[in-house]
């Protein structure tokens, strides 16, 4: 009876030791997650432990996509305190402690992309691994493109295209197309991530038309518009080049209205001469009247003829 008694015993003993000693365990249900900007997303951390949980510690750090090497502590839970980053406090917080490490991330913004570590401590429990990790991707639609032009738009000039895009997660994809009057693709050549452009060079007529650049990711597509059109600077003299024609055109006409203007300035005044000079002849001869009929009447025969 003894040796049966004593096994007991030494089962018993060794699972209490065991689970004195037992290892700590953490597991990560999800091994990354996608979430598009603005979204909320829970973070799942569970864990297993034998002990209460008043020593109970966890810590979520996050380490960037902007910058791997460099991780940020996210928040911390501690003898019953939690500690929170102070540039995200009103966005993240536990959910299920003392029994989980979950954390919500609210208004998620590209920047909280990265790999994400729960660290779960509970002595006297040893943690093995006590470490696990998650990948989180914050997704953001195109930003709109902004369209531009530059170059020489007479025929046999060059003119570049140009587009450009601030912002998108996954970087989106840029594309240049002629899209009247005919639908073609153009090569492209990128500069940097966000931004890309067309070279045209010997433009004609048929360059002419409405080029479109897409900028597009999983969450959809942006649009800018560019509405091209090729001179013929011999065909046309009001084109870039038929500037001094025109110029000389307008120096002529105004050349010609102040010709006319002189002859209608003289006309006027020669007509007005005239007339002055036909009323000076007739108050001439009007006094010329008046003298002859006074020299007639105070003649002295008149006189003395008046007094016989």
Same mark, same amino acid.
């Given at each position: ?21 037992? !290892? ?76 989980? !490490? ?12 990265? =790999? ?18 998650? %990948?989180?991707? $914050? ?19 060059? $003119?570049?295209?140009?587009c450009s ?32 452009? $067309? ?13 479109r650049c ?42 010609? %209205? ?5 002859? =209608?300035?003289? %006309? ?13 002849r007739r ?26």
């Amino acid at each position: 009876m003894a040796s049966p008694v004593r096994w007991i015993l030494w089962t018993l003993l060794v699972c209490f030791a065991a689970l004195q000693n037992a !290892a700590l365990r953490v597991t990560m249900r999800e091994s990354s997650l996608e979430a598009v900007r603005g979204d909320s997303v829970l973070l799942p951390c569970s864990f297993f432990t034998s002990s209460d949980f008043s020593r109970l510690n966890v810590i979520w750090t996050l380490a960037p996509f902007s910058s791997p090497g460099s991780p940020v502590q996210v928040i911390v839970y501690d003898h019953g305190q939690v500690i929170k980053n102070p540039s995200l406090i009103g966005r993240v917080d536990f959910t299920g402690l003392p029994f989980s !490490a979950d954390i919500m991330l609210n208004e998620t913004r590209v920047s909280d992309g990265g =790999i994400y570590r729960c660290m779960v401590n509970n002595p006297p429990d040893t943690a093995d691994p006590g470490v696990g990790e998650l %990948l989180l991707s $914050v997704l953001e639609p195109p930003s709109l493109p902004v369209c531009e032009w530059d170059g020489a738009v007479d025929v046999g000039g060059s $003119v570049r295209l140009s587009c450009s895009v601030e912002e998108g997660a996954p970087t989106p994809e840029i594309r240049w197309e002629k899209v009247n009057p005919e639908e073609i693709s153009l090569p492209i050549n990128m500069e940097g991530e966000l931004s890309g452009s $067309v070279q045209i060079v010997n433009v004609s007529s048929q360059t002419s038309g409405l080029y479109r650049c897409s900028a597009t990711n999983v969450l959809g597509t942006e649009n800018c518009y560019i509405n091209l059109a090729i001179y013929n600077s011999e065909a046309a003299p009001g084109g870039p080049s038929g500037v001094l024609p025109g110029v000389l055109l307008t120096l002529v006409m105004a050349s010609v %209205l102040l010709a006319l203007l002189v002859i =209608i300035l003289w %006309l006027h005044r020669t007509g007005q001469d005239g007339r002055s000079s036909r009323r000076r002849r007739r108050r001439h001869r009007k006094a010329e009247e008046e003298e002859c009929y006074n020299e007639i009447r105070y003649t002295p025969s008149l006189m003395k003829r008046s007094f016989v």
